[in-house]
């Protein structure tokens, strides 16, 4: 990637003509995007343990909802600072796995639209981050079905696989797609929102701004996608987490699907139930938006690929 910027644009065209690179560039592609978001997982995960427990507050009936700050404290007093990591190896191999493909589809998505259509506006851009976000959930379900089972439960004893086995024999293999279709939703509108924003931001900086590709850019551009996606999927967060927890809370009988899961939710807690444990969402989102964008970037650039 050296020679000065004279030929950047012309060399931009001639990259996005013949997307469809070779094998290594390939790998590096998915590679960088699944890192990243691999990085920024490890640093939000107590964040996410914090979410779960706050959307599982009061299922069934309404009455005053516990802050972000409170949960913690309780988290920490009783079951100790190791109970913030609970279901972090699930967690960090579905972010490689469903990292990679979230935003190593993007622009093979973008790359299609384009011959396609001729073109990658925003609604093209929308498209391709929807596409890209509902094929990566479908295929890491399971891992986050794990993961939120191991994070509401302070005393398992058992490890990751071991509860895998234990969810099989006792739910069926059918129960590790339990709230795939919210999760495919979310995943859908926070890629299409998240990308489809950062991407749109860029080009609105660089047009209105003196903002060139770099950190500053970036930071700016991710901080706007972080605040948008959250706002739009924090709905689907809370639907999807108490479908996959179903076995967790007994008291509410069985949500028949996403749909049934929203009306009840609403018509038993109240419509802000849907956005409880928002704050924590916004708090671990927005940073992990930031940190992904940001290292994704520097390791396409030292990987030799072009932003995104």
């Known amino acids: 990637m050296d020679g000065g910027h004279s030929h950047s644009g012309s060399r931009n065209s001639e990259e996005k003509q013949k997307w469809p690179v070779s094998s290594s560039q390939m790998v590096s592609h998915f590679a960088t995007s699944g890192l990243s978001v691999a990085v920024a997982t490890a ?65 093979p998505s973008k790359y299609a639209c384009n011959l396609a259509f001729g073109s990658t506006d925003i609604l093209l851009k929308i ?64 890629t299409a929102s998240q990308l489809a924003t950062y991407d749109e931001t860029k080009q609105v900086l660089i047009r209105w701004t003196h903002l060139d590709e770099g950190f500053h850019l970036h930071l700016l551009s991710s901080t706007v996608a972080g605040t948008v996606s959250t706002l739009v999927t924090a709905p689907m967060d809370m639907i999807k987490t108490r479908l996959m927890l179903q076995r967790e809370s007994k008291t509410v009988g069985n949500y028949k699907n996403g749909f049934h899961c929203a009306y009840q939710v609403m018509l038993k807690e109240g419509p802000r139930a849907l956005y409880k444990g928002g704050f924590a969402i916004f708090a671990r989102l927005g940073p992990q938006t930031t940190i992904t964008f940001i290292l994704c970037e520097e390791l396409r650039k030292l990987a030799g690929l072009d932003a995104i």
Do not use: C
């Open 43 to 107: 640093f939000t995960h107590p964040l996410d343990v914090l979410k779960v427990r706050l959307q599982m507050q009061h299922v069934g009936q309404r009455g005053p909802l516990t802050g972000m700050g409170q949960v913690a404290v309780q988290v920490l007093k009783k079951e100790g600072p190791k109970a913030l990591y609970l279901g972090l190896m699930p967690a960090l191999i579905r972010s490689v796995l469903y990292g990679g493909l979230r935003l190593g589809l993007y622009e």
């Open 127 to 190: 498209a391709s981050g929807a596409f890209a976000g509902a094929v990566a959930t479908a295929l890491t379900n399971p891992v986050e079905v794990l993961k939120v089972r191991l994070q509401m439960n302070a005393n398992q004893r058992q490890g990751p696989m071991a509860e895998m086995r234990t969810i099989v024999s006792e739910e069926g293999i059918r129960a590790l797609w339990k709230g795939v279709g919210p999760a495919m939703a979310r995943a859908a509108a926070l």
